[in-house]
């Protein structure tokens, strides 16, 4: 299966207005044709309708949008995570993270995604954690903690604010996580952010081994001069 993750920067129009940036995305997805998308900072409108409806309404192949806010505004707008799947998801929980720095307030929270992709159960696991080197550690805990004791994930994907060599990605791989850029393409940089001129790597794709899912191939998407974001997209193939 294919599996892709994109940070959408809510309506920020540095890259392009939203009307803009949303063709170009519905372009490189229908290119692309992942059978799961996992979406950050999604905007929901006052209408009610959120980004990630836009963007399926417009992608057949993936009819099924899942958004969950981080936090409701009294006017009726939100932003949150989301997923765009080929097949209806069989559950989608999420919970909170800490979000206490003075520096970085804003609500995240990550998304459990069930899926039956090709006969198999597959869980997804749709980070978004801060961009501050403490609350981003905190975030990956409570994140492992949430997931211990249940049915262990296969995948996590997401803006995790956090280059390779920091204290919270190395957790994730203490904890037996495989990042799927650095397993299948360690000699290259895979930067990110931002993405007019990437510099950094933020956004993961991770497996985890035990349960026999495996990255053979993965890709960084909206690197073409078509900027979809302020971030550049991932994704990959998945052996189940």
Same mark, same amino acid.
């Given at each position: ?24 995305? +519905? ?15 999604? /905007?929901?409108?006052?209408?009610? *309708?959120?980004?990630? *409806? ?13 958004? +969950? ?18 097949? #209806? #998801? ?11 720095? #003075? ?27 801060? %961009? +501050? ?40 791989? *203490?904890?037996? %996580? ?18 007019? /001129? ?6 993961? +794709? ?20 078509? /900027? ?13």
């Amino acid at each position: 299966m294919k599996l892709m993750t994109l940070n959408l920067n809510l309506l920020a129009d540095k890259h392009g207005s939203w009307e803009v940036r949303r063709e170009r995305i +519905i372009a490189t997805i229908s290119e692309i044709a992942p059978d799961i998308v996992a979406l950050q900072a999604v /905007r929901r409108l006052s209408s009610g *309708q959120d980004q990630a *409806q836009e963007l399926a309404s417009c992608l057949p192949e993936l009819p099924f949008p899942a958004f +969950i806010p981080g936090a409701n505004r009294p006017d009726g707008t939100a932003d949150g995570s989301a997923f765009l799947s080929r097949l #209806p #998801p069989e559950a989608v929980d999420s919970f909170q993270l800490t979000a206490e720095h #003075p520096d970085d307030r804003t609500p995240r929270l990550v998304l459990v995604g069930r899926f039956r992709v090709a006969k198999s159960r597959l869980i997804i696991v749709n980070c978004h954690f801060s %961009w +501050i080197a403490d609350q981003a550690l905190q975030n990956v805990e409570e994140t492992l903690a949430r997931l211990d004791g249940t049915t262990p994930a296969h995948l996590m994907a997401g803006d995790m604010n956090s280059t390779p060599d920091t204290v919270a990605m190395r957790r994730l791989a *203490q904890a037996g %996580w495989r990042d799927a850029w650095h397993q299948l393409r360690s000699e290259e940089p895979g930067w990110t952010f931002e993405s007019d /001129r990437p510099a950094i790597r933020i956004d993961y +794709i991770w497996t985890n081994p035990s349960l026999g899912a495996r990255a053979n191939r993965v890709e960084t998407v909206g690197d073409s001069g078509s /900027r979809l974001s302020d971030h550049l997209g991932l994704y990959a193939d998945i052996e189940l």
